[in-house]
């Protein structure tokens, strides 16, 4: 069964530094998302891709995240700098346009800032 | 914006007990609803899925779900758990042509010997 790859699995960070987050989704898939999940919260949409476009980054706090999905294949989310806040799993999903057959998750990125 | 509300946060169930967790959504439109599972460690998968037709949906495991379009509902059922169904639900809704999954806060399940 097709997987969405995501690295690291961990990482600890120091707060001000910077961090990045790759996500590869599943072959053909042109809709990518990234979300992050706070403990004990649901997933929340930080940015969605239609191929290499971004169609949606309103929540995305854009003074200190970035994303980028150049060649409308995989992906990465960068955050500089990092704050305790930011702390929480962060989750990469992909999808057949408007999410037709559902949507495939990772297996996350679990970010800790200290 | 759509939302969804999960009002049961934590659920404790003894084993073979019956399971209905609560799912709704504010959205009037047409709705693709999801319910997803997170076992400790481990990442989202797939309960079962409504896009159309039958509102009652089966899913994996034994999990059942019903869509009531007059009350923004869709439930998650299942008629007797076991301790390996201990782990988070998460209720998650499409709307309208929108691309993506808007999620519930979830709940925890904790199924006792």
């Known amino acids: 069964e097709a997987e969405v790859a995501q690295s690291p699995r961990y990482k600890i960070t120091e707060k001000s530094q910077a961090v990045a987050f790759w996500c590869d989704p599943i072959s053909g898939h042109a809709t990518l998302y990234w979300y992050r999940q706070i403990l004990g919260q649901g997933p929340e949409l930080l940015v969605q891709?239609?191929?290499?476009?971004?169609?949606?980054d309103s929540q995305l706090p854009k003074d200190r995240f970035s994303a980028e999905r150049l060649k409308g294949v995989d992906s990465t989310l960068k955050i500089q700098p990092a704050e305790l806040g930011d702390s929480a799993m962060y989750l990469c999903?992909?999808?057949?346009?408007?999410?037709?057959?559902?949507?495939?998750f990772g297996s996350g990125t679990r970010l800790t800032v200290v | 914006a759509q939302s969804v509300s999960q009002h049961n946060h934590h659920v404790i169930l003894s084993e073979a007990a019956s399971l209905e967790l609560g799912c709704n959504y504010s959205?009037?439109?047409?709705?693709?609803l999801f319910w997803y599972v997170q076992y400790p460690g481990q990442h989202l998968q797939l309960l079962l899925k409504?896009?159309?037709?039958?509102?009652l949906v089966k899913g994996i495991k034994g999990f059942e779900a019903e869509f009531i379009k007059s009350k923004f509902s869709f439930n998650l059922r299942k008629p007797s758990v076991q301790w390996s169904d201990t782990a988070e639900y998460f209720c998650?809704?499409?709307?309208?042509?929108?691309?993506?999954?808007?999620f519930g806060t979830g709940t925890r399940l904790q199924v006792t010997l």
């Open positions: 959205y009037g439109g047409t709705v693709n």
């Open positions: 998650a809704v499409r709307a309208g042509t929108a691309s993506k999954l808007t």
């Open positions: 891709f239609q191929d290499e476009s971004v169609v949606d």
């Open positions: 409504y896009f159309s037709g039958d509102p």
């Open positions: 999903a992909s999808s057949l346009a408007r999410g037709v057959g559902g949507y495939t």
